[in-house]
């Protein structure tokens, strides 16, 4: 395998120091995933603020989500005027962090850094440990409350570096005037990916000229989510012990085969992929409008961040477990990762920002504000009042909160690399989409080559001492 690296690794180089700028604020030198000391000096390390020089208070929220910050900020505001917030609202999805870290790369970062379980490796070296922080003021934070595991998984080395606002499990949407109309039952939580694709099928209508009319499912090809599932709930991973890629494999190979089974292949008849179910990135159909346009049934391995966009639109949805592999009966091992913020380490507001932490963290007692958020909480207690009530009775859109919270227990969080994001969506995904484009004609030379030019990458990037 060294071999087949270390001759391709000299073609990924123009690449690689392009992706070395991308990466700039969170890696360190060759050979290191980050030049943080896990071992922390904590007498060093300013806990009060005592060295502040602003009462600004700097931080990125998702526009998507004004509806729901902004009244807390004002609300946050009224209750300690001797703070200022100022909130930069930035582009959905991956816009928000973008724009951070430009601000971090250019020496001006937000005092609140967005983050997460997945970014942990990359952020911890510019982050404040909240360790000292938390045991001060454990009672306004109740640390107990947060679901298990989750203050571990923002934990690295001895510092705890965030607090979590929500988190990602992937799940099924369905929209159920659809269902309805079909005459389909909803789906379960005993369905099979069979069962999916099957009503898939049922839901996806055409015209007498061929054009889309109705789309069982929406895929998702400019991520991961939909084969990332197939393949944990099949047994497999994408990386091994040791940090490199391993997708191609029989797990790896079987999950992109079903993957393209149902997108089908551009520019090729429905006819050569006859369980083709799905309408991706604004083709084949996709001025139909995608899930949010009402004309599409499911979104198969959805993130829990747009329940609040299709909660916020005119759709009758709810929410179901992802169907189970047919090869291991489970769905053990679907993903799950959690949005969190900390505190950036050089903040002129260490204060300030750590009382506008808790006061976005704490625990709410308020169903409509549950219900206004729309997304899952990582509290028990706010857990528990929102499953308390009958599910027809709930504030929220979507009804099924046990598809999510069950989720949970049976979820795995992504692998805790410093460069999962940046190799996945560099060098994994683009070569999975040329199965779709019709580049390549199997998943094996999908999964070779993805494989293949990850690996030269990484060992090329995080493998070599200079």
């Known amino acids: 395998m060294l ?9 990924i180089c123009c690449l690689a120091s392009t992706s070395m700028l991308l990466s700039a604020c969170g890696g360190g030198a060759q050979g290191q995933t980050n030049t943080y000391e896990d071992v922390i000096d904590w007498d060093k390390i300013d806990w009060e603020g005592k060295n502040d020089s602003s009462n600004t208070i700097l931080v990125y929220f998702s526009n998507d989500m004004q509806d729901y910050y902004a009244p807390k900020i004002e609300a946050f505001e009224d209750a300690y005027p001797q703070y200022d917030v100022e909130v930069r609202w930035g582009a959905a999805g991956d816009g928000v962090k973008q724009e951070q870290t430009s601000a971090i790369s250019t020496g001006n970062p937000p005092d609140l850094i967005l983050g997460g379980d997945v970014h942990i490796e990359n952020q911890k070296g510019f982050l404040l440990p909240l360790n000292k922080l938390i045991e001060r003021d454990a009672q306004q934070v109740q640390s107990e409350d947060f679901l298990d595991g989750m203050l571990d998984s923002l934990s690295s080395g001895e510092g705890l570096y965030y607090l979590p606002t929500t988190f990602n499990v992937s799940v099924l949407l369905y929209n159920k005037d659809l269902f309805d109309q079909a005459g389909q039952a909803y789906p379960t939580e005993d369905w099979t990916f069979e069962d999916f694709v099957a009503a898939g099928k049922a839901l996806t209508k055409y015209d007498s000229s061929g054009a889309a009319q109705q789309w069982g499912n929406q895929t998702v090809t400019e991520w991961w989510t939909q084969w990332y599932s197939m393949l944990r709930m099949d047994g497999g991973s994408l990386y091994d012990d040791e940090g490199y890629v391993t997708l191609n494999t029989e797990e790896g190979i079987r999950a992109l085969t079903n993957w393209r089974r149902i997108t089908g292949v551009q520019g090729q008849t429905n006819a050569q992929y006859p369980d083709k179910i799905g309408t991706h990135n604004g083709s084949d159909g996709g001025n139909l409008g995608n899930f949010a346009g009402g004309k599409v049934a499911m979104l198969y391995s959805v993130a829990c961040g747009q329940l609040m966009t299709f909660s916020n639109s005119n759709l009758n949805f709810d929410v179901a477990p992802l169907p189970k592999s047919a090869l291991t009966d489970s769905r053990a ?30 625990p709410r007692t308020d169903l409509e504000e549950l219900a ?12 528990d009042m929102q499953l308390a009530v009958p599910k027809e009775e709930r504030a929220t859109k979507y009804k099924n909160l046990e598809a999510i919270y069950d989720s949970v227990s049976i979820a795995a969080s992504l692998p805790r690399l410093s460069y999962f994001e940046e190799v996945t969506m560099q060098y994994i995904v683009p070569e999975v989409n040329k199965l779709i484009d019709g580049t390549y004609s199997t998943a094996e030379q999908a999964a ?19």
Do not use: C, D, Q
């Not at 070779?448 to 200079?466: C, G, L, P, Q, V």
């Open 3 to 11: 071999k087949k690296l270390v001759a391709i690794v000299l073609s």
């Open 333 to 362: 091992g679907i993903e799950m990762s959690i949005t969190a913020y900390g505190i950036h380490k050089n903040s002129k507001n260490k204060k300030g920002a750590w009382e506008l932490l808790k006061w976005l963290t704490a």
């Open 372 to 383: 206004e958020f729309a997304m899952p909480t990582p509290r028990k207690s706010e857990r």
């Open 448 to 466: 070779k080559a993805a494989e293949e030019n990850a690996n030269a990458y990484i060992m090329y990037r995080y493998k070599t001492e200079f």
